[in-house]
């Protein structure tokens, strides 16, 4: 069973503010919210987490609903750079062990002049 | 700079060979993950260890083995190569867990290209 669910791409223009949103309809009460970005021919980039509300940073912002079922991953003016894979992720721990990070097929972000 | 570093960018291989995936890190994490990517399937999750001499399997365990002997590096290995096994392959590594439920930051070597022919 998917524990995260986003669309498969997008298209988007410079200039855009693009918002990416992904349903965790299963979500733990522990669990947080974890995006992911990854270029093409490199590893996925820790992009922004967030548990409630609304968290931003230099690069983007994260708003998640108070029943916390979903999440909307934000960039505002997007650069043709932004074109990339953009993983969701939820809380995944191994009680009394590491976590296990699963991640998606993503969505698949393509920026356009 | 966290670097976790996979020994060979590319790598062609048989049918039937050993191969041998190495990835080390230097930030002293506890944990280490090894994923294979392919189109349209996203990042698979092979085998994570969350400790020296520990290893739990991913969600595509099958014809894979893993061995974490000191705790910088995790090796996968593949004791008889298949053309299926044909993919990206991706180490990466994290601290130990927040909190349940609270991932920490992984950060990802860049790849392996593994071809078995």
């Known amino acids: 069973l998917a524990k995260t669910t986003q669309p498969i791409s997008m298209d988007s223009y410079e200039g855009q503010e693009v918002n990416i949103t992904c349903s965790h309809n299963?979500?733990?009460?522990?669990?947080?919210i974890t995006w992911y970005q990854q270029f093409p021919s490199q590893g996925p980039r820790f992009i922004i987490q967030g548990y409630k509300t609304k968290v931003t940073n230099e690069v983007a912002s994260l708003f998640i609903p108070a029943d916390r079922k979903s999440s909307t991953l934000s960039l505002p003016r997007v650069s043709l750079s932004d074109t990339a894979v953009y993983y969701c992720?939820?809380?995944?721990?191994?009680?009394?062990?590491?976590?296990?990070?699963?991640f998606g097929t993503g969505t698949q972000l393509k920026v356009e002049l | 700079d966290v670097k976790v570093t996979q020994s060979s960018r590319y790598l062609v291989k048989r049918t039937g060979e050993k191969v041998f995936l190495e990835c080390v890190q230097d930030m002293d994490h506890e944990n280490m993950f090894w994923y294979r990517q392919d189109p349209g399937l996203g990042l698979r999750l092979i085998y994570f260890?969350?400790?020296?001499?520990?290893?739990e399997k991913g969600d595509i365990p099958e014809g894979y083995s893993v061995s974490r002997e000191k705790k910088e590096r995790f090796s996968l290995i593949l004791e008889s190569a298949s053309t299926n096994q044909t993919s990206m392959y991706l180490c990466a590594s994290s601290s130990l867990l927040l909190k349940q439920g609270r991932n920490t930051e992984a950060f990802f070597g860049q790849g392996t290209r593994l071809t078995v022919v």
């Open positions: 992720l939820v809380g995944d721990g191994v009680t009394g062990g590491g976590n296990k990070l699963t």
């Open positions: 260890s969350y400790d020296v001499k520990m290893k």
């Open positions: 299963n979500i733990a009460t522990n669990d947080y």
